[in-house]
Every structure is written in C-alpha cells, then in structure tokens.
C-alpha cells in the first residue's frame, strides 16, 4: 500500500511538471540556458558532483548551483552533491581546492592561466569521471559552462580531452545606459540598471545577467553610458554600483564606471579639469580610491574623451596620452585599468572623418601608460554595415588597442532585423592588417600575438534592457552570444558559434539546426544589401537612425550628413579616398593600401567607401555601376524574402511565442528593405536621372514622400 501510494505520487509528481515545463513560457528569458530536457541520457553523463575542495567559495557554489539547474531541466532531477568520488562522477578541482584528491589525479593546468580549464574523462582510485579542472575558481565555473554547453547541445561528454584558455584578458560589455534608464541606441526596453530602487532593492535578474555572461566567458562589464553623468561616481550611487558588484563577483565579472573628464568640476568644485594640475590628480586620486572602498575590485574607467561634444584632455591643450594616463595613475595602486577610446573626431577638422582617429592616435603611440589600453572601434566610421577595419589595428605596436563591436544594432535595422553579427565580425577579426607581413590579422592585433601587448581585451556595445528576452529579440540574444564567443577565442569561426546557439536556444535536431544556421549566416549581407551596398554607409536618418535619408545634406556638420559619405552628382557617386582624393587608404599597410586604391583589385564590397565612380562605371560582371547598386537593393529585399519562407517552413517545429514573434519581425523587416530600397533609388534617380534597370520595380511613391517621414519618438536616441 505504501509503495503504491508512493508511485501515485510519483505519478502526479511527474505529470504535474510535465503540464508545467509545456506552461512555462517561451519568452526568451531564459537565453541559450534553456538546457532542454535531452531525448536520451548520454554515455557517462554523471550521477553525482564532487567539488574537491573543503571550503566551496561563492564561486564554487554558483558553478555548482548551475549545474544543479542545468542537470535537473536536461536530465530530469539535479545532481546529487557528494563528497566521495564514485563512478560517473563530475569533478570540480580548482588549485585551491584539489586537495582532496589522490596524488597524481589532478592533471596540470599551468598551461590555461589564470581563467582557463581542462575538460577530461578520467580515473580517479580506478573510477570513470570527469574533471573539470582549473587554477581558479572562474576557471572552473567556465568549465562547468563549457561542459554544460556541450551536454545542451547534444554533443557527446564521453571521451573528452579538452584545454581551453581566453585569448583575451577582458572582455567586456559596455551597458549604454543612463542613469535616469534610458539607453542610449537600446531597443529592448529599459536600462536593468535600476538605480532609483537600488541598493534597497537588487533585481534577482542581476544573478541571471551574471550567468548568461559568465557562460560565454564575459568578464567584466561598464555599467554607465560613454556619453557620461559624473553623479555615478558620488557615494550615493557608488553604494549602487557596489550593490551589483556583488551580485556579479561570484560569476567573474568586475564593474567598470565611465569616467566623465570634468567630474573635478562638476562634483569637486574644482576651477579646471586640466590632467596636469595637481588639485585634480589629487581629486581623481581620491575619487579612485573612495571607489575602490566601495568596490575593492573595481575593474577601471572606461572614457570617452573629446568626441561628440564630450570633455577631455584637449580642452586644457593635453593629448589624450596625457589625460588617460592621470586616470592611469589612479587606479594603478589598485591594479585597475584605463580603456581610452579613440572614437574622436573634431569638430574644427576638415579632414576625412574616417582618418582622424588614426591621425591622432598614432603619434601618441608608446606615451600611454602601462595600463591604458585604446579601445578601437572595428572600423574607421561608426559600427556602419560594412566598413573596412580600423587602419589603427597593427599601427601602434607599443599601445594595447582593444577592439569595441556594436551589439546592439544601431545601424543595422534596431532589434526587428534579423542580422546575425557574427560574420560581421569574423570578417574584421580575420582581416589581415600586413602589419608585421602578411598574416596579421586584427584578431592577432586583439589578442595581443602580434605585438605582445600585455594587455588584451574586447568589447562590446551591449543589446541588454529590460525586455523580458532580454535583447530585444530572440536573434539579438544570437549576437551577445557570440561578442563573448569571440572575445574568449578571435579566431573562432561565426558560423560554429551561430550553430551552438541554435542547439541551445531552439533545437538539436540537425536539420531545424540547419535551417536556422542559413538564416543567420546570410542575415547581414541582405541588410548590407537593402542599406548600403557598393561600399555606400552612412546613410539613415538624422539621430535616430532609422530608415533610410541618403538626401540630408544640411546638418550642423558636414560629416554628420549622408551626403558627406556618398557624394553623389549628376556624374557619378563615391568617397574618393585614394590619392586623389583624402587619401585615407594610405592609412593602411602597403599591400593593402594598393588592393584597396586601385580600382583594378578593390573588392566590390568597399568600392565606394575608396572611389568616386561614374553611374555607367562598368563592373567586373558587366553591367554598369547603376545597375548593380540596383540588383543589390533588389537582392537584399529577396534575400529576406528567402529568411521568411525558410523561418515559415519551421512551423509547429518551434515553440508559437517565439515562432510567431520572428514571424512577425521578419515582416516588418522585409517592409523595411523595401522601404530602404525605394527612398534610397528614389533619390538617386532624381540625382542621376537614369531609367531602372529592366525588370526593377519603380519605387511606389516619389521622393518626397520618403523625405516627408519622421520619426520623432523613434527608440534609442542619444542626447
Ligand atoms: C555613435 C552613436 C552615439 C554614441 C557614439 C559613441 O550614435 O550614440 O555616443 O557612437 O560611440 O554611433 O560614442
């Protein structure tokens, strides 16, 4: 009787987390943590985890907590934690704490560093298990991730011989956000940094943000908006910062502030915010050192520093060497950093904006301080489609340059647009810059291979708000993921990393992991496609950057208006950059300068962005500049067009919330390639007077009507 009323019990028990795991909702908010319920236990998965250390750190426990998580929802109940080992058991031995275990069974793990793991099914007293070993606690919580990710994904943990190390030593995002929660290029809702509330309250979804980061190897994160507001650094709001700093330290990951440059007057009284002046060395000084009171592993200053309007060093006539390396000085007692970006372009300059970073940062190469690194946007402009990558990656040998990338998708379609950023990247990362000969990519620029910079690091513009999916997206949560992929390892390949995330976010059945892969990988060149084709950029509307205005051509700046970037006439369109025009492409090392001046060997893709060419310019395939730049308007629209039936024939395969909510996006996203295309032909006819192409639909409204749109409440707008 009593073993019948235990297996009713268990009967309800099973049936009543059945009917929840169908009731739980598919709202994204679990990321790629999803760690679906496996079809089939896999060979050796554990039975038990033994976390071979006597004292189990907060760390150790958020490692062990995850897998407890992970092995219940994949598995059908947690790990049991033991302290014996027995067969099949998961081992957790970091070299604090691997003591416990027999001589000679821990493998050696000088060779990973401080936040690397070794993965390997082992022995220990003749038992099979798996090691996750590491020199710290981190290393071991990022093997835990990485072995959890594999189980996820369906792959095989039998078997496993696994050594992995960042390439990077920061990786970080840089949140845009306010203090007042608006973010700045944000289109998923609100900042969840919610300052009002905090300390008194700490949002549990600080834990998650922490997980999902720490899975993908994040390790640090700047909380504030480059554009910044000097009050976070006031001890009201340092008791905030020190609240998340906590909530985030068990996971890896360090907080970092934006520094804004003339914080001594603003919150010090102080008459100048000159970097040479002792008064305000002493007042950062101890601002730094209050901050490290309150965050005793305050990660540094991340500044924006005379760009855009922001204050700097050369308000008082210093270099930007100068006034980082002041900030250098604070924070170097406590082993801080300084990340200084060269996102600066002036005001008075009538130079090509696209040169002006490298024109001013170079000659200061080898004046920063040791723990200063420049953070270099990916390339020359502003996080455009395409851009060719920044002629500072392989110019300054003796400064760490780290690269920043924009997740959040400012320029390419806001969170409605399916664009896969992935391949963006790889092909910055894998360009190569013939800085030290041939074969110096940005990558080994990055990660400090081709100059041994001492310090590396990436990051990345973070998409994170207060949507429940977090990213605005479910494709959006695709391109966090993969920042942090390719942070940990620049060389990895886009396409693998797309395919990881669709087995741990969707399915592991290979052909929806198929289909899914397809559409991403081909995602950004349709919008490079229906936005800027040819090498075009810059090219959206005035300060929101929404939908298409190549016409404005009358804004406080010359280098604001899309004019200024594509220049065209009556007789032809293009930025010329050679030497007969600003001879930006000399910027570049040799064998590239000459690839990319020469209109012989420049790639299609960059035409543009190097050449002012005639409309009836003939392509290397025959047809004319015109009718190209068509076809390719034309062929981004049809390429969505494919990106809807695929994601359609995926029907009653993915859940309906998430089905449907791509569904819906893509059609909004396929109106607007269209739009982009029809203003975009729209104007140019009216500035070159040609005829479509055969067989190209005229645009169905004039001219202005496209101009007469407008956009005021559009999401995401800066100052
Ligand atoms: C631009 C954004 C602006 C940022 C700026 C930056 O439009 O909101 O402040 O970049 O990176 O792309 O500083």
């Given at each position: 009787?009593?073993?019948?009323?235990?297996?009713?019990?268990?009967?309800?028990?099973?049936?009543?987390?059945?009917?929840?795991?169908?009731?739980?909702?598919?709202?994204?908010?679990?990321?790629?943590?999803?760690?679906?319920?496996?079809?089939?236990?896999?060979?050796?998965?554990?039975?038990?985890?033994?976390?071979?250390?006597?004292?189990?750190?907060?760390?150790?426990?958020?490692?062990?907590?995850?897998?407890?998580?992970?092995?219940?929802?994949?598995?059908?109940?947690?790990?049991?934690?033991?302290?014996?080992?027995?067969?099949?058991?998961?081992?957790?031995?970091?070299?604090?704490?691997?003591?416990?275990?027999?001589?000679?069974?821990?493998?050696?793990?000088?060779?990973?560093?401080?936040?690397?793991?070794v993965l390997q099914s082992t022995r220990i007293n003749g038992k099979p298990v798996t090691l996750i070993a590491a020199q710290s606690d981190a290393g071991?919580?990022?093997?835990?991730?990485?072995?959890?990710?594999?189980?996820?994904?369906?792959?095989?943990?039998?078997?496993?011989?696994?050594?992995?190390?960042?390439?990077?030593?920061?990786?970080?995002?840089?949140?845009?956000?306010?203090?007042?929660?608006?973010?700045?290029?944000?289109?998923?809702?609100?900042?969840?940094?919610?300052?009002?509330?905090?300390?008194?309250?700490?949002?549990?979804?600080?834990?998650?943000?922490?997980?999902?980061?720490?899975?993908?190897?994040?390790?640090?994160?700047?909380?504030?908006?480059?554009?910044?507001?000097?009050?976070?650094?006031?001890?009201?709001?340092?008791?905030?910062?020190?609240?998340?700093?906590?909530?985030?330290?068990?996971?890896?990951?360090?907080?970092?502030?934006?520094?804004?440059?003339?914080?001594?007057?603003?919150?010090?009284?102080?008459?100048?915010?000159?970097?040479?002046?002792?008064?305000?060395?002493?007042?950062?000084?101890?601002?730094?050192?209050?901050i490290y009171d309150y965050v005793p592993d305050f990660g540094g200053f991340l500044v924006k520093a005379n760009s855009e309007g922001q204050p700097g060093?050369?308000?008082?006539?210093?270099?930007?060497?100068?006034?980082?390396?002041?900030?250098?000085?604070?924070?170097?007692?406590?082993?801080?950093?300084?990340?200084?970006?060269?996102?600066?372009?002036?005001?008075?300059?009538?130079?090509?904006?696209?040169?002006?970073?490298?024109?001013?940062?170079?000659?200061?190469?080898?004046?920063?301080?040791?723990?200063?690194?420049?953070?270099?946007?990916?390339?020359?402009?502003?996080?455009?489609?395409?851009?060719?990558?920044?002629?500072?990656?392989?110019?300054?040998?003796?400064?760490?340059?780290?690269?920043?990338?924009?997740?959040?998708?400012?320029?390419?379609?806001?969170?409605?647009?399916?664009?896969?950023?992935?391949?963006?990247?790889?092909?910055?990362?894998?360009?190569?810059?013939?800085?030290?000969?041939?074969?110096?990519?940005?990558?080994?620029?990055?990660?400090?291979?081709?100059?041994?910079?001492?310090?590396?690091?990436?990051?990345?513009?973070?998409?994170?708000?207060?949507?429940?999916?977090?990213?605005?997206?479910?494709?959006?949560?695709?391109?966090?993921?993969?920042?942090?992929?390719?942070?940990?390892?620049?060389?990895?390949?886009?396409?693998?990393?797309?395919?990881?995330?669709?087995?741990?976010?969707?399915?592991?059945?290979?052909?929806?992991?198929?289909?899914?892969?397809?559409?991403?990988?081909?995602?950004?060149?349709?919008?490079?496609?229906?936005?800027?084709?040819?090498?075009?950029?810059?090219?959206?509307?005035?300060?929101?950057?929404?939908?298409?205005?190549?016409?404005?051509?009358?804004?406080?700046?010359?280098?604001?208006?899309?004019?200024?970037?594509?220049?065209?006439?009556?007789?032809?369109?293009?930025?010329?950059?050679?030497?007969?025009?600003?001879?930006?492409?000399?910027?570049?090392?040799?064998?590239?300068?000459?690839?990319?001046?020469?209109?012989?060997?420049?790639?299609?893709?960059?035409?543009?962005?190097?050449?002012?060419?005639?409309?009836?310019?003939?392509?290397?395939?025959?047809?004319?500049?015109?009718?190209?730049?068509?076809?390719?308007?034309?062929?981004?629209?049809?390429?969505?067009?494919?990106?809807?039936?695929?994601?359609?024939?995926?029907?009653?395969?993915?859940?309906?919330?998430?089905?449907?909510?791509?569904?819906?996006?893509?059609?909004?996203?396929?109106?607007?390639?269209?739009?982009?295309?029809?203003?975009?032909?729209?104007?140019?006819?009216?500035?070159?007077?040609?005829?479509?192409?055969?067989?190209?639909?005229?645009?169905?409204?004039?001219?202005?009507?496209?101009?007469?749109?407008?956009?005021?409440?559009?999401?995401?707008?800066?100052?």
């Open positions: 009787m009593k073993n019948f009323i235990k297996r009713v019990a268990a009967a309800f028990c099973l049936l009543v987390s059945g009917l929840f795991q169908h009731a739980v909702a598919e709202d994204g908010y679990e990321l790629w943590l999803r760690y679906e319920r496996l079809d089939q236990v896999p060979k050796a998965a554990p039975h038990s985890v033994v976390a071979a250390c006597s004292d189990v750190s907060p760390t150790l426990d958020a490692a062990l907590s995850e897998i407890s998580r992970a092995s219940a929802s994949m598995l059908g109940q947690p790990l049991k934690q033991s302290g014996k080992i027995s067969r099949n058991a998961l081992v957790l031995a970091s070299g604090a704490c691997g003591t416990s275990l027999p001589d000679g069974a821990l493998p050696t793990v000088d060779q990973v560093g401080p936040e690397g793991y071991v919580l990022y093997g835990v991730f990485d072995y959890l990710r594999r189980m996820s994904s369906g792959d095989a943990v039998a078997d496993l011989d696994v050594t992995s190390r960042p390439k990077t030593k920061l990786r970080l995002l840089n949140h845009w956000d306010n203090l007042d929660r608006h973010v700045e290029r944000g289109y998923s809702g609100q900042s969840i940094w919610d300052w009002h509330r905090l300390p008194g309250y700490v949002d549990p979804r600080y834990t998650d943000y922490a997980r999902a980061n720490a899975s993908i190897g994040i390790n640090g994160t700047s909380l504030t908006n480059v554009n910044s507001d000097a009050t976070v650094l006031t001890p009201p709001y340092l008791e905030k910062v020190a609240a998340i700093a906590n909530v985030l330290r068990p996971y890896g990951i360090k907080v970092y502030l934006t520094a804004r440059f003339s914080a001594p007057m603003e919150l010090g009284g102080l008459p100048t915010a000159d970097p040479l002046d002792p008064a305000v060395q002493a007042w950062w000084q101890a601002k730094t050192d209050e060093p050369q308000d008082y006539g210093r270099s930007h060497a100068e006034g980082a390396n002041m900030l250098a000085r604070a924070v170097a007692p406590h082993g801080g950093v300084v990340m200084w970006r060269a996102f600066v372009y002036s005001a008075e300059e009538p130079e090509d904006r696209v040169k002006q970073a490298y024109t001013e940062f170079v000659p200061l190469d080898g004046q920063f301080a040791d723990n200063v690194l420049v953070q270099v946007k990916n390339g020359p402009l502003d996080f455009q489609p395409r851009e060719p990558f920044h002629p500072l990656f392989g110019a300054m040998p003796e400064t760490p340059l780290m690269i920043e990338l924009q997740i959040t998708k400012e320029y390419l379609g806001f969170s409605t647009h399916l664009a896969y950023l992935g391949t963006l990247w790889e092909e910055v990362l894998s360009a190569d810059t013939h800085a030290e000969g041939e074969g110096t990519t940005v990558a080994s620029v990055v990660d400090g291979e081709a100059h041994d910079y001492a310090y590396t690091g990436m990051a990345g513009v973070s998409n994170i708000g207060t949507d429940r999916n977090w990213a605005g997206s479910i494709f959006d949560q695709a391109n966090w993921y993969a920042f942090g992929r390719l942070a940990w390892n620049p060389d990895a390949s886009a396409e693998d990393i797309a395919r990881e995330w669709v087995k741990q976010t969707f399915s592991r059945k290979p052909e929806i992991v198929n289909e899914i892969t397809a559409i991403m990988m081909k995602s950004r060149e349709a919008v490079v496609d229906y936005m800027t084709p040819l090498g075009l950029t810059h090219l959206m509307g005035t300060g929101h950057h929404y939908g298409p205005a190549p016409w404005v051509d009358d804004l406080g700046r010359a280098d604001w208006t899309p004019y200024y970037y594509h220049k065209a006439t009556r007789d032809g369109i293009g930025f010329d950059r050679t030497e007969n025009g600003s001879d930006a492409v000399d910027q570049y090392a040799g064998p590239i300068a000459q690839e990319w001046a020469s209109l012989d060997t420049v790639p299609d893709n960059l035409l543009l962005w190097f050449h002012h060419v005639p409309w009836d310019y003939e392509m290397r395939d025959g047809s004319t500049l015109w009718q190209s730049l068509v076809a390719h308007y034309s062929r981004g629209i049809a390429t969505v067009e494919e990106m809807q039936a695929e994601w359609a024939s995926l029907k009653g395969q993915i859940d309906p919330e998430r089905f449907n909510q791509v569904t819906d996006y893509l059609k909004i996203q396929h109106e607007e390639a269209q739009w982009w295309r029809d203003a975009s032909i729209a104007y140019w006819q009216s500035i070159n007077d040609l005829p479509l192409p055969e067989g190209e639909a005229p645009p169905p409204h004039d001219l202005e009507y496209y101009k007469s749109l407008s956009f005021p409440n559009a999401p995401g707008q800066g100052e």
